[in-house]
């Protein structure tokens, strides 16, 4: 993960057409304290040609 205008990010994959990819956000403070997002979902419908 970087710090990237104020807000935390990364990138995930790769993924193939058709893949359905289940996920969730974990963090822990400095104190040890966990916060876990519940579990996201998304189908990969194309994959992105540069």
Request: proline residues 4%.
């Amino acid at each position: 993960m970087v710090l990237k205008d104020g807000a935390w990010v990364t990138g995930i994959g790769p993924f193939d057409t058709g893949d359905r990819v289940t996920f969730h956000v974990s963090a822990t403070d400095n104190t040890g304290r966990r916060v876990i997002t519940p579990d996201q979902r998304f189908l990969v419908q194309a994959l992105a040609t540069d």
